[in-house]
């Protein structure tokens, strides 16, 4: 089954609004990172978190390796902010490889 | 820009050929990754080095696709012969190493093969 499981897996905001997105890890988790990939193909690292919380702007992002999740919420969501967004997720027992899950797809509508 | 430079940003390729990707990776990374990304699979793990050194060669990659990093400043990934199931987009990333792999990607290379 997957490793890193994102959900939802597509979600429509509207502009202003708030929202918050999913990843639960069936691994050992230490370290998760969320990128949003942007409409035209780049990737953006947007938080790398062992256990806590971290907040940037409008984002926040939180990590908890007990209960094996971690959150990214929105607040205030822009058109800018459409994209598709991942999680990965960094275990022990693997080293350096990340785990990416499917992503979740956001659009922002005015 | 100091971020991860990746060439060519397109690339068309007849089925057989052989096609170079290049990356330099962010000044003062000692990890350097390649992926490859596709609707189907997501991303997947090509090569990483650390240091210069292949600590990773990708598996079932390995038979047409070997990456390459002749310094710390600059790494290939060579295909050949290309396949159209090679279609996707290659990413290249880095990160500092010593216990921060937070990673920053490059661009990308898209890569047809007819």
């Known amino acids: 089954g997957d490793k890193v499981k994102q959900s939802p897996s597509a979600l429509s905001l509207q502009e202003g609004t708030n929202s918050a997105l999913r990843c639960n890890f069936s691994?050992?988790?230490?370290?998760v990172q969320w990128f949003l990939q942007n409409p035209r193909g780049s990737l953006m690292n947007l938080f790398y978190?062992?256990?806590g919380t971290k907040e940037n702007g409008r984002l926040k992002s939180a990590f908890d390796s007990k209960e094996s999740y971690s959150t990214l919420h929105i607040r205030d969501a822009q058109l800018e902010d459409s994209g598709t967004y991942f999680c990965?997720?960094?275990?022990?027992?693997?080293?350096?490889?990340?785990?990416f899950g499917t992503g979740t797809s956001l659009l922002v509508d005015p | 820009d100091a971020g991860v430079t990746q060439t060519p940003r397109h690339e068309v390729a007849e089925k057989g050929q052989t096609i170079i990707l290049k990356c330099e990776p962010v000044s003062g990374h000692n990890d350097l990754f390649w992926y490859r990304q596709t609707k189907i699979q997501g991303l997947e793990l090509l090569s990483y080095?650390?240091?210069?050194?292949?600590?990773?060669d990708g598996g079932a990659f390995k038979d047409r696709f070997k990456a390459e990093m002749l310094n710390s400043s600059f790494s290939t990934l060579k295909i050949q012969p290309t396949e159209p199931k090679d279609s996707a987009v290659y990413l290249c990333?880095?990160?500092?190493?010593?216990?921060?792999?937070?990673?920053?990607f490059g661009h990308g290379t898209k890569l047809s093969v007819l």
């Open positions: 990333a880095s990160s500092p190493g010593s216990s921060n792999e937070r990673l920053f």
């Open positions: 990965a997720a960094e275990a022990d027992n693997m080293g350096y490889k990340l785990t």
């Open positions: 080095f650390r240091s210069k050194s292949l600590m990773e």
């Open positions: 691994i050992a988790a230490t370290t």
């Open positions: 978190l062992v256990p």
